[in-house]
């Protein structure tokens, strides 16, 4: 594939991936209500949550008094843009074209919780249960610039099971095997670093070891 290919492919890839990712977001943001659960099947319901945090609902609260929220907006954003030059380098070195999807992923995936956190608190409410949120007139939401929050509904609950009541602590305990919540974005995220680590570890390899 030329190089003027691989940047279409990339571009094409890249916005797709943030269209996908927006469209179900909004729909679940607009016609569910927050932790309102639809069972697809046993092992896969949309759960709708939100989160402040990284991919997962991981992370948030506060660190040295300022919140992690407003760090990870902003190292989002800086991330997006040196992943975005890395692929465009990368392909100017003629990287195969699997590695380059496989970078667009991840930056699809960090762009798509980007748009959340930056403009989700300004467009739409934040009713109380069991409404759904609506758009609102801009700068009118729920939120401020770059304190949207991230939405996420995929949930698998592959196995769920009851621990003993003898065992001490977790007595009676419901466990459930797989509990993250995530979105497309993650997921694109996830399944971009997967690959790279499965398929292209090689050449990652061999590019740390040129820079050392």
């Not at 991981?58 to 008094?65: A, E, N, P, R, S």
Request: glycine share 8%.
């Amino acid at each position: 594939m030329t190089r003027k290919n691989k940047q279409i492919l990339s571009i094409i890839l890249f916005m797709t991936v943030l269209v996908i990712d927006q469209i179900i977001k909004v729909n679940v943001k607009t016609g569910m209500y927050l932790g309102e659960r639809i069972e697809i099947a046993k092992w896969f319901s949309l759960l709708f949550v939100e989160n402040n945090g990284m991919a997962f609902g991981m992370l948030g609260g506060k660190l040295f008094g300022v919140e992690v929220k407003l760090f990870l907006t902003l190292f989002r954003v800086v991330a997006v843009c040196l992943i975005g030059w890395f692929i465009y380098s990368e392909i100017r070195r003629k990287r195969p074209t699997g590695y380059i999807v496989c970078l667009t992923l991840i930056a699809a995936g960090a762009a798509g919780n980007i748009i959340d956190s930056l403009f989700y608190g300004l467009i739409f409410n934040n009713p109380p249960y069991p409404h759904v949120a609506e758009f609102q007139p801009w700068g009118y939401g729920y939120g401020a610039f770059l304190y949207g929050k991230v939405v996420d509904m995929f949930y698998f609950p592959l196995i769920e099971w009851d621990m003993p009541t003898w065992m001490p602590i977790y007595s009676g305990q419901h466990c459930v095997f797989f509990s993250p919540i995530f979105n497309f974005a993650d997921a694109a995220i996830s399944c971009g670093i997967v690959a790279l680590l499965l398929f292209y570890h090689k050449l990652i390899s061999q590019y740390q070891i040129r820079r050392n």
